[in-house]
Structure formats: C-alpha cells, structure tokens
C-alpha cells in the first residue's frame, strides 16, 4: 500500500510537469490569439480589458502647481500625494513653499 508521503510526491511531481507543460504551450496559444485577433478586428477593448497604455505617458493633464526638491511635478488634484509631499509635510514644511 502506497503512504500518504509518497502519494503527496507523486502528486506534486504530477503538478510540475503539469506547469511545465502549460509553459511549453502558452506561446502558441498566445500567437494563436493574436493572430485571430487580427483576423477579426477585435482590439484588448472588446474583450473588456483596458487598452495598453503607452509608458512614460503621465494620466494627469492638469498643470503642475507644485515642485518638489528634485524637480518633481505635482498638480496638487485630489487623491494620494506623492512621496515627495508626504515626506516634506512629514519634515514640518509647507507644501506653499514648493508652489511654483
């Protein structure tokens, strides 16, 4: 009779080589998706997800009100502020020192 400490081997090991083989196969899954989806016209859009955002591009467009010690720029909007605020309030300085 098998024990519990081999079946749980046995199992693991069927789990690698499992993992191991979906690996082996997501490239030509993916190039198959991309390929339909050019085919087709279907853009990340209509499937519900988000379309890639370019890097580097900023998602804020108001003018920046405020900077930071090293440069940075800040509109002063709503939401989170960035580090460098947080840490100047932290040090006791007056955000209105860094208006521009």
């Given at each position: 009779m098998t024990s519990y400490s081999e079946l749980m081997a046995q199992a693991q090991a069927l789990m690698a080589q499992a993992?191991?083989?979906?690996?082996n196969e997501l490239a030509s899954v993916i190039?198959?998706?991309k390929a339909k989806m050019k085919q087709y016209g279907i853009t990340v859009a209509d499937l519900g997800g988000a379309p890639a955002r370019k890097p580097g591009k900023s998602k804020s467009t108001a003018a920046a009100k405020y900077r930071g010690p090293n440069g940075e720029?800040?509109?002063g909007g709503?939401?989170?502020k960035p580090e460098w605020?947080?840490?100047a309030m932290a040090e006791g300085k007056?955000?209105?020192d860094f208006r521009i």
């Amino acid at each position: 009779m098998t024990s519990y400490s081999e079946l749980m081997a046995q199992a693991q090991a069927l789990m690698a080589q499992a993992e191991q083989a979906r690996k082996n196969e997501l490239a030509s899954v993916i190039a198959d998706i991309k390929a339909k989806m050019k085919q087709y016209g279907i853009t990340v859009a209509d499937l519900g997800g988000a379309p890639a955002r370019k890097p580097g591009k900023s998602k804020s467009t108001a003018a920046a009100k405020y900077r930071g010690p090293n440069g940075e720029l800040w509109a002063g909007g709503p939401g989170r502020k960035p580090e460098w605020v947080r840490n100047a309030m932290a040090e006791g300085k007056n955000i209105e020192d860094f208006r521009i």
